[in-house]
Nanobody
Framework: VQLQASGGGLVQPGNSLRLSCTAS????????IGWFRQAPGKEREGLAS????????YYADHVKGRFTISRDNTRNTMYLQMNSLKPEDTAVYYC?????????????????WGQGTLVTVSS
């Protein structure tokens, strides 16, 4: 059972990046899935989630309109499209699967976690 995140890297402010997360050993469409991030010295925060029932999405206010979560069940992969990136978006980004079908980004609702991928936004 594993979640493998990828796509992180160094990007200039204002540019875009797409993160991917592929599951192995279980299906991503069992429950809600979500993306989180953790910056140095800060707590892990929920960014976005998507339901497995009706694709209903949740976004944290500070990423709403810039980030988009999606899933491809045929590839057992989830994505986070990040646009208009800012230096304050610099963090390690994590994908996760919840133990329920709807989530508002509470880390306690998530059972399976990827290893994290570093995103650095800097000129």
């Amino acid at each position: 059972v594993q979640l493998q995140a990828s796509g992180g890297g160094l990007v200039q402010p204002g540019n875009s990046l797409r993160l991917s997360c592929t599951a192995s050993g279980f299906s991503l469409d069992r429950y809600a899935i979500g993306w989180f991030r953790q910056a140095p010295g800060k707590e892990r925060e929920g960014l976005a989630s998507i339901s497995n029932i009706d694709d209903k999405t949740y976004y944290a206010d500070h990423v709403k309109g810039r980030f988009t979560i999606s899933r491809d069940n045929t590839r057992n992969t989830m994505y986070l499209q990040m646009n208009s990136l800012k230096p304050e978006d610099t963090a390690v980004y994590y994908c996760a699967q919840a133990g329920r079908s709807y989530s508002r980004g509470n880390p306690g609702e998530y059972d399976y976690w990827g290893q994290g991928t570093l995103v650095t936004v800097s000129s």
